[in-house]
């Protein structure tokens, strides 16, 4: 049996799916085509984040709106940015509490919140889970690895294959990409996969590195200025 392209998308699915990421089909998203982000699950991690410290829906949809400024049109200073948002955070300005909040505007000022787009506080102890958990599978043959939960953090996993995404430079005649696989965290595509069967001579390394830092960069920028890593 031939190990197509397709069948290397199926094993890779199937790999992530047992280390905690569930796979979406880019068509069972809600969204414009020309966006990349999964505005739904970008909101709810922020929303559950700081829901104690009373974040409102115009501040996480600020922090959205924060995000789609970036440029594509400037894709290494975007991407710079962005990275650096990922990594450090950045300020939230917040401004004085409304009538909506039960007070009156302009009595209280609310302290200015530091917003981290990934939950890192609860990376150290998922790891240790995984190891001491991938120890005890060693040890107990009988144990499933499909039990084993990798990922105990508040981050939302998905990989996205099949996701159809419009150039902004043809809405006229419009022009669709749709990258072979992308692994998002909290709406954000991190990570872009491309895949190609190794039994096709035709079909080297080098093509897939050229689709991905060429093509799609050319077509479908919007993409990369959220990305932090390409696999092929």
């Known amino acids: 049996m031939k190990f197509t392209e397709a069948k290397l998308e199926h094993a890779v699915v199937e790999l992530l799916g047992e280390q905690g990421y569930p796979h979406l089909l880019g068509g069972e998203l809600t969204r414009n085509n020309s966006e990349v982000l999964i505005k739904d699950d970008l909101r709810a991690f922020l929303t559950k984040r700081y829901a104690k410290n009373n974040i409102t829906t115009g501040e996480v949809n600020s922090i959205i709106a924060k995000l789609e400024k970036l440029p594509a049109s400037d894709l290494y200073e975007s991407n710079k940015t ?86 902004p430079t043809s809405y006229d005649n419009i022009e669709l990409r749709i990258p072979d696989g992308i692994l998002y965290v909290n709406g954000m595509p991190l990570v872009v996969f491309e895949f190609k069967s190794a039994i096709r001579e035709q079909a080297p390394i080098f093509e897939a590195y050229e689709q991905l830092t060429v093509r799609y960069k050319r077509a479908i920028p919007q993409l990369f200025v959220f990305n932090t890593l390409c696999v092929m």
């Open 82 to 167: 962005f990275c650096k948002w990922l990594s450090d955070g950045f300020l939230l300005k917040r401004e004085v509490l409304s009538r909506e909040r039960g007070s009156v505007a302009g009595s209280q000022s609310q302290k200015d919140l530091y917003i981290q787009l990934l939950d890192y506080d609860n990376v150290e102890q998922g790891i240790k889970s995984s190891l001491i958990a991938g120890s005890a599978m060693a040890a107990l043959d009988k144990v499933s690895e499909a039990s084993v939960t990798y990922l105990q953090d508040d981050n939302i996993y998905r990989f996205v294959t099949q996701l159809e995404i419009q150039s």
